[in-house]
T-cell receptor, first 112, second 114 residues
Framework: DAKTTQPTSMDCAEGRAANLPCNHSTISGNEYVYWYRQIHSQGPQYIIHGLKNNETNEMASLIITEDRKSSTLILPHATLRDTAVYYCIVRVGGSNTGKLIFGQGTTLQVKP | DAGVIQSPRHEVTEMGQEVTLRCKPISGHDYLFWYRQTMMRGLELLIYFNNNVPIDDSGMPEDRFSAKMPNASFSTLKIQPSEPRDSAVYFC????????????FGPGTRLTVT
């Protein structure tokens, strides 16, 4: 699986958009980008995934660059409850392939 | 749906004792995963099952660890004998057949081995 690089930490003001970047310059054509987050003392939570098109759901938007070497997770109106560690994961295939390798992620601190 | 259920939520035991962690996946999910999380090593996949069959156990640290899934609604992770370095939060997750690697995690079991 392609390696991902994320900033260690970020701050965001409550109510503002949080933009979390992820670099995956060695991504292959059949690899998807997945985002999970882990709120303190809870299990990780799936957020969104994409292959090459931008994706949006009730939680977030995922913007993937045209060359697919990087992506951005956007939380449009961050709240204090969005404070968490956000993991960007690249994985082969769309259907279940088992392993997800969680890196260190980005710690997002939403401040009032 | 109740989500993934894990028990116990907290376990404190002495070195050398046997520890059994339990997991009930979401009904209808075909995949079940066991993870371990520590400050030093982060979140690590230990083993996963598909249709109750172990598919990849390469993350199981050593022979002291074993996992079973006797049926679609129950799995156990056993440590025998336990050691202080096994202290961690153990998560169970499940995923539906045909899904896009979206895994649904339980609340975890915090294990402390003294």
């Amino acid at each position: 699986d392609a390696k991902t690089t994320q900033p260690t930490s970020m701050d965001c003001a409550e109510g503002r958009a949080a933009n979390l970047p992820c670099n995956h310059s060695t991504i292959s054509g059949n690899e998807y980008v997945y985002w999970y987050r882990q709120i303190h003392s809870q299990g990780p939570q799936y957020i969104i995934h994409g292959l090459k098109n931008n994706e949006t759901n009730e939680m977030a938007s995922l913007i993937i660059t045209e060359d697919r070497k990087s992506s951005t997770l956007i939380l449009p109106h961050a709240t204090l409850r969005d404070t968490a560690v956000y993991y960007c994961i690249v994985r082969v295939g769309g259907s279940n392939t088992g392993k997800l390798i969680f890196g260190q992620g980005t710690t997002l601190q939403v401040k009032p | 749906d109740a989500g993934v259920i894990q028990s116990p939520r907290h376990e404190v035991t002495e070195m050398g004792q046997e520890v059994t962690l339990r997991c009930k996946p979401i009904s209808g999910h075909d995949y079940l995963f066991w993870y371990r999380q520590t400050m030093m090593r982060g979140l690590e996949l230990l083993i996963y099952f598909n249709n109750n069959v172990p598919i990849d156990d390469s993350g199981m640290p050593e022979d002291r660890f074993s996992a079973k899934m006797p049926n679609a609604s129950f799995s156990t992770l056993k440590i025998q004998p336990s050691e202080p370095r096994d202290s961690a939060v153990y998560f169970c997750a499940s995923s539906p057949r045909g899904g896009f690697n979206e895994q649904y995690f339980g609340p975890g079991t915090r294990l402390t081995v003294t």
